[in-house]
């Protein structure tokens, strides 16, 4: 067993990994799994740098987690930077702090490379599974963008667009600071267009419907599967492996985009952090499964973070 940790800073939260890992068996023994909702691709999306605020909320969360790595004595570290650092132009500023509190520099990967990471992630303990056809269209909904990935036991082909759920929100739901409450259609018909527009691209160059099992990764995901399942409580174990018709992520969908912000903050699974992104998440998902056809998404609770732990072990 090798003892390594594992940082996923994106648009909307950092996430951390501390687990021993036997690249033998395939085995990945979680220690400590947690996650902080920084929203640092605050702005970034209209101004094109990290706002201040945004930086010391990440750089607060960098100093617990560096204190839980060294409590849990990991022997190698690495993070992960996603969206919303590859699109500012004050990235510097972040790679400074994130170095001067870890140790380490964080690597801000290409959409590619998040890609590889989330398919190995979500994919390595579903080997064997005989209810699962191949392949696997993996798809990570994130703040900044989304990943689409297409394989069997290694990507065939990857794309990344910028379809988050932080962003569709900013771009489409937030007037004068403030996000409309609920959506109106015309608003909500904008981001459907959006989405619509990305999937032609993500097509270009990764065969979507070609996949038979549809991979679903990240908070918008998972929350809908415990919203699915009406827990009374985040539950990762419920939700890692659950599954959700197409029918119900619609409902689920409808659901979001009609509710006040006081009703979506009232469901007992819901992060206070998305309340209001979850609804273009949603409907990002809802919108993959009706272009490829999918009766079902699988949720997964490993996905980029597992495959950074993967790579460093």
């Known amino acids: 067993m090798t003892r390594v940790a594992a940082i996923d800073c ?13 690249p033998a068996t395939g085995e990945l023994v979680d220690l400590d799994r947690r996650m902080t909702i920084v929203r640092l691709g605050q702005g970034v999306d209209r101004t094109g740098r990290l706002a201040p605020d945004a930086l010391e909320r990440t750089f607060a969360a960098c100093r617990e987690y560096a204190t839980i790595v060294k409590d849990h004595g990991a022997e190698r570290l690495r993070l992960v930077a996603t969206s919303a650092s590859r699109d500012a132009e004050n990235r510097d500023e972040f790679v400074r702090g994130v170095l001067d509190i870890l140790g380490v520099e964080p690597e ?27 392949p696997y269209l993996v798809v990570d909904i994130g703040g900044g963008s989304t990943e689409f990935v297409v394989g069997e036991d290694h ?50 160059s990764v065969p979507l419907r070609e996949a038979r099992t549809l991979v679903g ?8 599967a415990a ?21 119900r992520v619609r409902e689920i969908t409808e659901r979001l985009l009609s509710a006040t912000h ?46 950074i732990a993967w790579s460093v072990a």
């Open 155 to 204: 990507v065939h082909a990857a794309r990344s667009v910028d379809i988050g759920c932080v962003r569709m929100t900013e771009r489409h739901l937030v007037h004068d600071g403030v996000v409309s409450d609920p959506p109106s259609p015309e608003q909500i018909e904008a981001i459907r267009a959006d989405i619509e527009a990305a999937l032609d691209l993500a097509e270009e």
């Open 217 to 224: 990764l990240a908070g918008s995901v998972t929350t809908i």
């Open 227 to 247: 919203i699915a399942q009406d827990l009374p409580e985040y539950d990762s174990e419920a939700i890692h492996h659950s599954r959700v018709s197409y029918d």
């Open 108 to 134: 801000v990967i290409s959409g590619d490379q998040e890609a590889e990471f989330s398919f190995t992630g979500a994919t390595k303990e579903l080997t064997g599974r005989d209810d699962l056809a191949k």
């Open 262 to 307: 006081a009703e979506r903050a009232a469901i007992p699974s819901m992060h206070p952090g998305r309340v209001d992104v979850i609804g273009a998440g949603a409907l990002v998902l809802l919108l993959v499964m009706e272009r490829i056809g999918a009766d079902e998404v699988v949720v997964s609770e490993h996905d980029i973070l597992d495959g």
């Open 10 to 22: 994106g648009t909307n939260s950092i996430r951390l990994l501390v687990a021993d890992a036997d």
